[in-house]
């Protein structure tokens, strides 16, 4: 099974900041990967799938990077509504793994 | 409206089966792939099922092979999840959720979830 990890578990961080989020596969998957966010009391919603490709409806703040094991989610400037935890999931074979989770809090 | 909603969780006994139903509406479900997710308790987010589109291919977690089965009533609209031989730690609020485009299993819809307790 491939095991995906995230780096940090946590940041705190402000409105206007960039933040940019790891996430690392055991073995290579391509591009494979997806980013999703998710708030308190709500599903999952993807930004990122491909490693880099943005979901329709997805502020252009946000952007994905990486292939082989690394990868990067970056928000290029945090908004309120950004505040969540992020997940990352690769879809290069089964069984389909998610990251730990980023939570992004407000410092 | 573009939804899903899970349906058929509950309390049931280890060793008890449930059934879980997802049914779409807004689109046509038979033409993607669709998957089944869960969260336990203070744990993160686990894939547990798959289908392809058509429901040529189904794929499982190493942890519910054998026990659970997925499909879909495509003339239904209704993604299914029968489980069986549960033990608790299968509690967990089980998500559906389609496929983006058949066969790629990056998740773009879900559904709010159903939950599932096993307990004695």
């Known amino acids: 099974d491939i095991q995906m990890t995230q780096s940090p578990s946590s940041v705190s961080a402000s409105v206007g900041d960039r933040v940019t989020i790891t996430c690392r596969a055991s073995q290579g998957i391509s591009s494979y990967l997806a980013w999703y966010q998710r708030k308190p009391g709500e599903v999952p919603k993807l930004l990122i799938y491909?490693?880099?490709s943005l979901q329709g409806g997805v502020p252009s703040r946000f952007s994905g990077s990486g292939s082989g094991t690394d990868f990067t989610l970056t928000i290029s400037s945090l908004q309120p509504e950004d505040f969540a935890t992020y997940y990352c999931?690769?879809?290069?074979?089964?069984?389909?793994?998610f990251g730990p989770g980023t939570k992004v809090d407000i410092k | 409206e573009v939804q899903l909603l899970e349906s058929g969780g509950g309390l049931v006994q280890p060793g008890g089966s449930l059934r879980l139903s997802c049914a779409a509406s807004?689109?046509?479900?038979?033409?993607?792939?669709m998957t089944w997710v869960r969260q336990a308790p203070g744990k993160g987010l686990e894939w547990v099922s798959a289908i392809s589109g058509r429901g040529a291919a189904t794929y499982y977690a190493e942890s519910v092979r054998g026990r659970f089965t997925i499909s879909r009533d495509d003339a239904q609209n209704t993604l299914h999840l029968q489980l069986n031989s549960l033990t608790a730690e299968d509690t967990a609020i089980y998500y559906c959720?389609?496929?983006?485009?058949?066969?790629?299993?990056?998740?773009?819809?879900w559904g709010k979830g159903t939950t599932v307790t096993v307990s004695s």
């Open positions: 491909g490693g880099s």
């Open positions: 959720a389609k496929d983006r485009a058949d066969g790629s299993y990056y998740m773009d819809l």
């Open positions: 807004g689109f046509t479900s038979s033409t993607y792939a």
């Open positions: 999931q690769q879809a290069n074979s089964f069984p389909l793994t």
